[in-house]
């Protein structure tokens, strides 16, 4: 993963900011420099500076301007399709960490020695499931010893 990391930001370098990649994608939405910096709130030169250096950082041309407008190049349309896809990731993992630290996602094990089917316990892992669904609970039977053996392992 380290290497994984290094390469990405080796071939990133300290070039490209997240900052353009979120006014690539919006220029690429509403196909309008001035649209996409009203949207973002900052000023449309801003946005104009951002895309010109993120082209000239990439080597390629992502948008074609005319007087009428702007429209994605080819290059253009596939390098916004994949940031968008790693902006999602992003977003995803930010949310997932957050309900994680608040309890509302991950995993819960238990180690018993028997789940009775209908019992007071079984009921009650029911009624937990139901109620933190992004929580998987797993279930360790054994002894008291090999259930302790196995939480401490893992």
Known sequence: MVDRQRRLLTSLGSRISLTSLI???A??????FYRAADALGVSQSSVSAGIKALEENLG???F?????GVRLTEAGRFFVDQVA????QLEHAVQTAGMAAAGEHGRLRIGI???IPGSFLDELIGQYREDHPRIAVEIIEGTARETIMQLRAD
């Open 64 to 68: 074609e301007r005319n007087t009428r």
């Open 85 to 88: 896809k790693g902006v999602n």
């Open 113 to 115: 020695h028997a789940l």
């Open 27 to 32: 220029v690429a939405e509403y196909l309008s």
């Open 23 to 25: 006014q690539a994608l």
């Open 60 to 62: 390629i041309l992502l």
